[in-house]
């Protein structure tokens, strides 16, 4: 089972960014995907995640700039990023949790300028 994410770049503060997670392979029933993110010296945090029945959570830090969506047909999550801030500055990593493991995705870095 592989993890690939997509979308992560360059961006100046006010902007914006997609990011796409893909999960491939033999997937049994993935209750949650979503991302967390890791700033340069500071612990993973967890930005977004969203359940097989599309409930929501976000991290206060970015509640009404960020959303977390899913294509569960496509094992699929994606996760919307408005009104970018330097602080969102960091390698973004999605994830899936199934009834049996965790799988993470390689990490795709977010630089946002001042």
């Known amino acids: 089972v592989q993890l690939q994410a997509y979308g992560g770049g360059l961006v100046q503060a006010g902007g914006s960014l997609r990011l796409s997670c893909a999960a491939s392979g033999t997937i049994f029933s993935i209750n949650v995907m979503g991302w967390y993110r890791q700033a340069p010296e500071k612990q993973r945090e967890l930005v977004a995640s969203?359940?097989?029945?599309?409930?929501?959570n976000h991290a206060d830090s970015v509640k009404g700039r960020f959303a977390v969506s899913r294509d569960s047909a496509k094992n699929t999550v994606y996760l919307q990023m408005n009104s970018l801030k330097p602080e969102d500055t960091a390698v973004y990593y999605c994830y899936a949790l199934t009834t049996y493991t965790t799988y993470w995705g390689q990490g795709t870095l977010v630089t946002v300028s001042s």
């Open positions: 969203i359940t097989s029945d599309g409930t929501t």
